[in-house]
């Protein structure tokens, strides 16, 4: 070997070492629907922070968006996510308003590496709901397939590579149900080819699709309207059973017909049902505004439920607005809507553990109702992305002794008016080392990825 190859072998041989100690390897993951590919806030991608610099996070891209509190979703190098354009009329937000608004709702796909349009599929929507902002839900993808539903209940799926739409219906005109006072809300779930959906009215609480054709399957349940909480699907009792939380009851239907198997009473105030239920081994916890919160224990050998305590509206369990509490190791954390803070509880009894402002507003002397901030895990550390209404992104662990930051920067500004204070209230995406989120007037794409020193 020449003293140019020899040279050449070292230069290589010291890039592999210098690459292998910069770049932290990653396990890519996509995040193809609500609260991620389980539904349940776990994000599970290797190679991410630990800790957020001062300085803050490099941000990717910066792309224009309209209004809406849809999340976004992200699948096969894409960015799904939904908005509203108002062409007459004008947004007030007031809890019990209900302004005439004319616009057009859009399912906007955006290329995940650049941000640039791939392509938009829109059509024409009136809204008569509270906080008319926009769409809701967050897009979901199964495949070749994108499935979206509007804040008025139209629910499309689309091609997933052209926004071509494949099949449309709508919940308020062709099924008469009653538009719940804040929209339609509960992101619909896609299991083995079928999409579950609240609609809400006699006999269609929950209803079955199929999802290449649109056929209704079924519809099961009564309820006034549909409240704002997603299906969710779990084994247990030697069972598959999907769960649905009405303004009501928390029920559990078989998922091949909807004919029940186990019924809870659950009532939150103003019927807002949103928190999706969330399961630790045997137990499941579903909690609600005001005075909803329950524990139950699954039984083991059929689909059926013990009540194992119920919380007392005064310090017993939490009680969240708009945010899905999240099981963490031996505590259950959410926002409590009165308090406006984040809490922990013991999952054991529901007593409450401590209490913070400092992700939902860093201004903690300031006294925040319905405060918010959207919580997800990062399974292999086991700390914890929480995205508040101020529009800043934190990183924290979280136990039983309390919450522990570990940096926090503003990401984007609040644009949506509640309870006299701007907030921004939608999920975020956490998917390949980027973390995805959007106001009212841009989605944003920040790099979350590690790298060493």
């Not at 005439?100 to 349009?117: A, K, M, P, Q, S």
Request: proline share 8%.
């Amino acid at each position: 070997m020449n003293r140019n190859a020899r040279r050449t072998g070292r230069m290589v041989l010291v890039a592999v070492v210098v690459l292998a100690f910069v770049v932290v390897p990653a396990m890519a993951a996509d995040w193809p629907q609500w609260m991620g590919p389980t539904r349940d806030g776990n994000y599970t991608e290797t190679g991410v922070i630990d800790r957020i610099p001062a300085e803050g996070l490099p941000i990717k891209w910066r792309k224009p968006i309209n209004g809406g509190y849809s999340g976004p979703a992200v699948a096969n190098g894409r960015v799904y996510v939904m908005d509203f354009i108002v062409t007459k009329g004008k947004i007030v937000n007031t809890p019990e308003g209900k302004p005439e608004i004319e616009g057009i709702e859009r399912v906007l796909c955006l290329d995940e590496r650049t941000g640039n349009e791939v392509w938009t599929y829109e059509y024409p929507a009136s809204y008569r709901i509270s906080y008319p902002g926009g769409p809701r839900c967050t897009p979901t993808v199964v495949g070749d397939w994108v499935v979206t539903l509007g804040a008025h209940g139209d629910l499309c799926v689309l091609n997933a590579k052209d926004g071509n739409l494949k099949w449309r219906t709508s919940f308020e005109k062709d099924h008469q149900a009653p538009v719940p006072l804040w929209g339609f809300a509960g992101h619909p779930l896609v299991e083995d080819g079928v999409i579950y959906a609240l609609i809400g009215g006699k006999d269609q609480a929950l209803a079955a699709f199929d999802l290449q054709t649109g056929e209704l399957k079924w519809k099961a349940l009564t309820s006034k309207h549909a409240g704002y909480c997603p299906p969710v699907m779990i084994e247990a009792g030697g069972t598959q059973q999907l769960l649905a939380w009405h303004p009501q009851a928390l029920v559990s239907v078989n998922p091949r017909n909807g004919k029940p198997y186990w019924q809870i009473p659950l009532e939150p105030t103003y019927e807002m049902s949103i928190g999706r239920p969330q399961r630790q081994g045997d137990m499941l916890y579903t909690s609600g505004i005001y005075r909803a919160a329950t524990m139950l224990k699954l039984d083991k050998e059929k689909p059926a439920v013990t009540e194992v305590w119920r919380g007392d509206d005064k310090a017993k369990s939490l009680y969240p607005g708009n945010v899905t509490p999240m099981w963490g190791e031996n505590a259950i954390f959410g926002c409590d809507h009165r308090l406006g803070a984040l809490i922990a509880i013991d999952p054991a009894n529901g007593e409450r553990l401590w209490q913070t402002f400092e992700p939902v507003d860093p201004k903690e002397d300031r006294k925040l109702p319905s405060g918010s901030a959207f919580i997800t895990r990062h399974t292999p550390s086991g700390n914890y992305f929480l995205f508040g209404e101020t529009g800043n992104l934190s990183l924290a662990k979280m136990d039983r002794t309390g919450y522990h930051s570990l940096g926090s920067v503003n990401i984007v500004k609040p644009t949506t008016n509640a309870f006299g204070r701007d907030v921004v209230w939608s999920h975020p995406a956490y998917a390949n080392c980027t973390v995805f989120l959007r106001n009212d007037k841009e989605i944003v794409a920040v790099d979350i990825g590690k790298v060493e020193e």
